[in-house]
């Protein structure tokens, strides 16, 4: 019967509630659905913002034997390795402002480094391979730093000295140079001028682009040298220090520190706070300078056999396009022409021609693999065969003189480096070394030169 408005009540009919019911069982499962689609969205969202942030940071990019080494510490020191090196473009460019010098060599390589990512991590990774290397080499043999040694080494860093400062006293050791005999000095002639001297092989070395020092001066500022070097940088360096004998030798007699106790922590925690920025803890830092202690204690114990001596060939040789010039250069040499005036006539070695195809003294290794063969196995003053150097190059080689020479200081070192380099090589396969490929993908490209400058303009502005 009709209601007091006079409307007829509605009649839901079982169809009826069945449909009602059918549309709310709809919406439901389109509410639902849009909650699910949200919680997935959001749950990736956070998910990835985790992963960059955190799960990434955790993923070792390698691992020596069973050490990690975690993409959070291999991000921190390239980032560290990048602000010393623009350490280093900002002085040069001061420098070169201050003094009229031209240093735009030095500033387009460190740029080019700087923009060649993937080789700035790979040398930073590779070095921090070595240091975990060293780590453990240090840990199988014993070797130790002591926490009161590490302190010293730290505060010498930043040039700190409570007992005195080391101020070194350089005594020189006489190098003497060989005496050629007569049968040698027949060879010479009047083309080939060059006074023959040692000369080390190159330096493989494993630091690269961008040699750091202990820690910041008492200025915190370079001073003037005819080759800049950043002294504002915060990581110990990565090259290895050997007593260099035969060579200038140092005792240290103590001067007055410029720190006091109090500056010294100052500078330290001004150092700690730069750091943080870069992603590096304290105790990360200090693990630096013992990786640095314990790198110098194995340096010594691996190089204390390293001879001062090495056998060293004096050579001559002529560079031609193919194997038939070749032959007949040798014709014209076997029927006595002159080997410095047909070097000169003919070498396609430019740098040797002017010389009359003097290559001076070198050690084995110091040449192509052929060159270095011939060289250490001709007779002195033998005319060689054609000697295949590349794909499209001869060369003609005459030994003037096989000696061994006392190295000086500098080829000395060269010699350890590169004995402590090949002991290096071979801990990787001792301990076992991986690499993952995506740590390509992660090599931070902060700080740059742009993002110095955008910091510097805005700290100018009032």
């Not at 056999?305 to 032959?327: C, G, L, M, S, Y």
């Not at 002195?380 to 190295?407: E, K």
């Amino acid at each position: 019967m009709p209601n007091e408005r006079g409307q007829k009540p509605v009649v839901h009919t079982k169809k009826h509630v069945a449909r009602l019911e059918r549309e709310r069982r709809q919406t439901r499962l389109i509410l639902y659905s849009f909650i699910g689609i949200l919680v997935v969205t959001v749950g990736l969202l956070v998910y990835g913002y985790l992963d960059i942030t955190y799960f990434q940071l955790l993923q070792p990019v390698a691992k020596v034997g069973n050490a990690e080494i975690t993409t959070r510490e291999f991000q921190a020191q390239v980032r560290l390795q990048r602000s010393n090196m623009l350490n280093t473009y900002q002085q040069y460019s001061q420098f070169g402002q201050m003094f009229g010098m031209d240093f735009s060599s030095q500033l387009q390589q460190i740029q080019s480094q700087l923009d060649d990512t993937q080789g700035l991590g790979q040398t930073v990774l590779d070095q921090m391979i070595n240091n975990e290397l060293i780590l453990q080499e240090a840990a199988k043999r014993g070797i130790t730093v002591s926490d009161a040694q590490l302190e010293s080494e730290i505060q010498g860093g930043y040039n700190y000295y409570p007992s005195g400062s080391p101020t070194p006293t350089i005594t020189p050791t006489e190098v003497t140079e060989p005496t050629l005999s007569s049968d040698v000095l027949k060879y010479v002639t009047a083309t080939a001028t060059q006074t023959p001297t040692p000369a080390g092989t190159s330096t493989p070395g494993e630091t690269p682009t961008a040699t750091v020092v202990l820690g910041p001066t008492s200025t915190g500022t370079l001073q003037p040298s005819s080759t800049p070097t950043a002294t504002e940088t915060l990581t110990p360096t990565a090259t290895a220090t050997a007593t260099e004998t035969p060579g200038p030798t140092a005792t240290a007699s103590p001067t007055n520190t410029p720190y006091t106790l109090q500056g010294f922590q100052q500078q330290y925690q001004k150092s700690l706070t730069q750091l943080d920025k870069m992603g590096l803890t304290e105790a990360q830092y200090r693990e630096l300078y013992k990786v640095n202690m314990l790198r110098e204690q194995l340096y010594a114990i691996i190089t204390a056999n390293v001879p001062h001596d090495q056998q060293q060939a004096w050579a001559r040789e002529i560079v031609v396009a193919d194997e038939a010039t070749a032959k007949k250069v040798i014709d014209r040499l076997n029927n006595g022409e002159d080997f410095g005036k047909v070097a000169a006539e003919v070498s396609q070695d430019t740098a040797s021609a002017t010389q009359g195809g003097d290559l001076g003294w070198f050690a084995k290794g110091a040449k192509d693999a052929a060159i270095d063969q011939a060289a250490f196995s001709l007779p002195i003053g033998q005319i060689s065969q054609p000697i295949q150097i590349s794909n499209s190059h001869y060369a003609i080689l005459q030994v003037i003189a096989r000696q061994d020479h006392v190295l000086t200081a500098d080829e000395y070192k060269t010699a350890t480096d590169t004995a402590f380099n090949d002991f290096l090589t071979k801990l990787r396969d001792t301990y076992g070394v991986t690499t993952y490929d995506y740590w390509k993908d992660r090599v931070p490209t902060e700080p740059s030169l742009s993002s110095i400058a955008t910091q510097a303009a805005l700290t100018q502005q009032p």
